[in-house]
């Protein structure tokens, strides 16, 4: 039997974790800080201490490099968050003697693919998956692969009409992230959406700005099925007014893909990470 | 030596041509008009006159269904051109006569097919390519393959910010394409974009509308090379605008892809076409 290394690097906390295909073992969580070489020696101790390891798969917040003929592979790059731009995370886990096949990805790739494969997702040829929590974002899965592009996707940066003028993207203001997750909705309604009640106008104002983005990756990926997970996306009541309105709004041209929570709930990262595992073995 | 027939039927002209992977032999342009079953019937009876042939690539305006587990595969499906919603083209040829392995996509997978095999878009590993004429039509090809998804993209009718409320899309009114593609810019400017000089406001306008889309595009696709062309995208003095502004929307937050003109000129569909029969006989 193999067994799997899984590493889900969020801006907020990590996830690491030994397992295989049907679910984790043992995990440990604990925030990511700001010291990128502390927290890989946190996850490297921890899968020296489970091991040893068939393969291991790595999904990072980004923006960051999961192209293994890039430069800059295995890197975090143009982040925003203090002390972690330009770090090369997986070079810090082989030199912490983290020596089995390794893929490298997203985190919201990693969990696209947990999804895909064991969650909401299954059976779906064209799978779209979008978290809105402190952030946007979106992971594309085809035929089972991951949209990578040059780079990744970054889907919470498109900009969209009728978004607010006050956006808090450190990089674009007002982009859909920008006024979309969770930072941007607290400062235009004044409060946490998880303190707005489910029948408030403030989530009707949400879906709008959901929904107009979601029908623009429509328009561009084509998806058969969109999973909508996150914090914030996870709500019920969310999906409830995003689904009308982005019929709506694609009003026909094109089918509209059926809208769904997550299937993994927390796990879909670290469920992805084994996918990842799993990969870097074939 | 194989020899190739290949069809670009576009919403005004066809082309139907015979050659292989150098280029056209021989080929014949005719207005596409309202009738399918005549101009499948011209295809037919062109393709015969210059068999026999090892393979076919048709690329046809869409919406239309190039999945080939579809039970609508072949169509064109839900067109506002009179006369051809819900046909079944393919079926059409068969019907004719013509037997040969059949690879059916959209013009414009097509033509971004030729771009990237023989065209501008060459060692491209992310190409977006990107046609501005009567429409607006956007192609993905990642690693010589074209991205379907569930049925294909529809990229010009994604919604983007600072559109004017006025546009022409039978849809959804001031999409992408409702307010950048030909028919919108003349009736914002009052007159065709041909007619309109280089030095003319009217095209930093567009170059605004345009570049707010690609910026999009680049979020959700992470493209290496933008290669962007048709009647009114392939203009110079729109690349000009264009770039900076691009640039100006992206923000340093992801790299910024090349932004070239097509290198076929009109042979990209049909030259695409060839390599779409080329994929036929694999």
Redesign the interface.
Known sequence: MVKFGGIESGGTKTVVAVGDASGVDVEERFPTGDDPAAAMQRVADFLHAHGPLDAVGFGSFG?CDPNPRSRTYGHVT?TPKPGWANTDVVGMLRSRGIAAPLTFDTDVNAAALGEWRYGAGTGS??LLYLTIGTGIG?GAI?GGRV?????????????????PAEGVCP??GNCWEGVGAGPGIAAREGRPAQDIPPDDDAWRRLAELVA?GL???V??????LIVLGGGVGIQPHLHDLVRPRLAE?I?????V?ALVPPGLGNQAGIRGAFVLAEQALD
Chains 1, 2 share one sequence.
């Open positions: 923006p143009s040829e064209a979106g085809f949209l990578h592009g040059a780079v990744h996707p970054e889907m919470g940066h498109q900009r969209i009409p009728g978004a990089y674009h107009m029908s623009n990756l328009m561009a990926l084509s998806p058969d709004i009003a026909g041209y094109v089918p893909p």
